[in-house]
């Protein structure tokens, strides 16, 4: 009786094969890694994603970065920033391995150290195998005078990573600030400035701004009594903070009647005087 022979298994891949299972693993894991979001810490990975993240070796990553945009839809951030952010994330995520959390974490945790934004952002893969950033991004609103430099503050005076020489920044300033200059993206502490901003807000919103250059923030004994700055360098004592008056000083509300009633019989909120004081009782002027 002759013996029944078999063939061995043979043990070589199939090259058409692996192929085909290492694109399912890479489709797979980015509709499922896409969910995966770094929001201050890291999420872990499914097993399904390691398996995809080593099919694909290290490096340059795709990232999209969501800047900040005026109602108009352009971004208002100066260009040479937006280089420098979207260099720095690149060498976060540089080395890193696609569709893994690491790189979400790094290039979240590298945004954040910019200053240029609130809290932390968020950072996902998104369907395209991209990178993508979302961010609370810190507006600038004023310079502060340090020295022969113009430092930029947003809104709720953190220090953004901006500086320029004197005149040069093109924005709404204050000079003597009562504290320190602090490192970039810390809150820049003392009432003086806090109320500042508060006065600025409110020139802003009762359009009021085109002729006022900054405000002195007072010196001594005068601290925290402030002195609009025109452009055409006159003083208006405006006195404190708006919602902080003293003792005998009018309110926010008849001091900004009192700037345009100047504004319309003069043309200018500074009535042509080298010095004003809408503070008092009265107006007081001086040539």
Request: contains cysteine; proline residues 5%.
């Amino acid at each position: 009786m002759a013996r029944k022979t078999t063939k061995k298994k043979s043990n070589k891949r199939d090259p058409e094969r692996d192929a085909r299972n290492k694109r399912i693993a890479i489709v797979s894991a980015v509709l499922i890694g896409a969910a995966g979001v770094f929001i201050g810490g890291s999420m872990g990975i499914g097993k399904l994603d390691e398996q995809a993240a080593s099919f694909v070796a290290p490096g340059d990553l795709p990232i999209v970065i969501h800047w900040p945009m005026t109602p108009a839809g352009e971004s208002w951030m100066p260009i040479q920033e937006r280089e420098q952010i979207q260099l720095l994330l690149n060498r976060a995520v540089d080395g890193g391995t696609a569709l893994s959390v690491s790189p979400l974490k790094e290039a979240g945790l590298a945004l954040a150290g910019t200053g240029w934004i609130n809290g932390l952002p968020t950072v996902n893969w998104n369907a395209a195998g991209e990178i993508e950033v979302h961010a609370d991004w810190r507006i600038p609103a004023a310079a502060v005078r340090v020295g022969n430099r113009e430092v930029i503050i947003d809104w709720d005076r953190h220090v953004l990573p901006l500086d320029y020489g004197i005149g040069e920044s093109l924005q709404f300033y204050f000079v003597n600030a009562d504290a320190n200059l602090p490192a970039i993206g810390k809150q820049w502490v003392g009432m003086d400035l806090h109320d500042g901003i508060e006065l600025l807000r409110l020139l802003q919103s009762s359009n009021l701004l085109e002729q006022i250059e900054g405000c002195d923030l007072g010196q001594g004994e005068n601290s925290g009594i402030i002195e609009i700055i025109t452009n055409s360098n006159s003083r208006i004592v405006w006195g404190a903070g708006p919602g902080k008056e003293r003792p005998g000083e009018k309110s926010a509300g008849i001091k900004i009647d009192r700037l345009r009633a100047l504004q319309d019989s003069t043309s200018r909120i500074d009535g042509r005087y080298n010095f004003v004081d809408v503070s008092g009782a009265d107006i007081t002027v001086d040539d």
